[in-house]
C-alpha cells in the first residue's frame, strides 16, 4: 500500500472544509446571522495572527507570499464583517423623529 502524500489529504481537507462550511453558512437563520458575524470576526483575527506567523516563519519566497495573502483575505474578512454587522445593527434601532424647526 503507497502512503499517500500530506498535499493530497491537505487538499482533501480544504474540499471538505469548504463543503462544510458552506452548508454551515446557508442554513442559519436570519435572527441568527448578527451573532454568527461576531463570531466569525473572532476567529478571522485569530486566522490573521495564525497567518502572520506562518508569513514571517517560513523560509521560502511562496510560503511568504501565501502567509501575506492570507493575511489579507483575513484582514477584509474581519473588517467587512464589522461593516456588515453595524448595517445589520442599525436596522434594529429606533428611528428618532426630525423636528423641523420653521424660522
Known amino acids: 500500500m503507497d502512503a499517500v502524500s500530506p498535499g493530497i489529504i491537505n487538499l482533501i481537507i480544504f474540499v471538505l472544509a469548504i463543503y462544510v462550511g458552506y452548508h454551515v453558512v446557508w442554513n442559519v437563520t436570519p435572527a441568527l446571522h448578527t451573532p454568527l458575524m461576531a463570531v466569525t470576526n473572532a476567529i478571522s483575527a485569530i486566522v490573521i495572527v495564525g497567518a502572520m506567523l506562518a508569513a514571517a516563519l517560513t523560509e521560502t519566497h511562496l510560503g511568504k507570499a501565501m502567509g501575506t495573502l492570507a493575511v489579507a483575505l483575513a484582514a477584509v474578512n474581519v473588517f467587512g464583517g464589522f461593516l456588515v454587522t453595524r448595517r ?14 420653521k424660522p
Do not use: G
Not at 445589520?88 to 424647526?101: D, I, N
Open 88 to 101: 445589520m445593527l442599525e436596522m434594529f434601532r429606533k428611528k428618532e423623529k426630525r423636528v423641523e424647526v
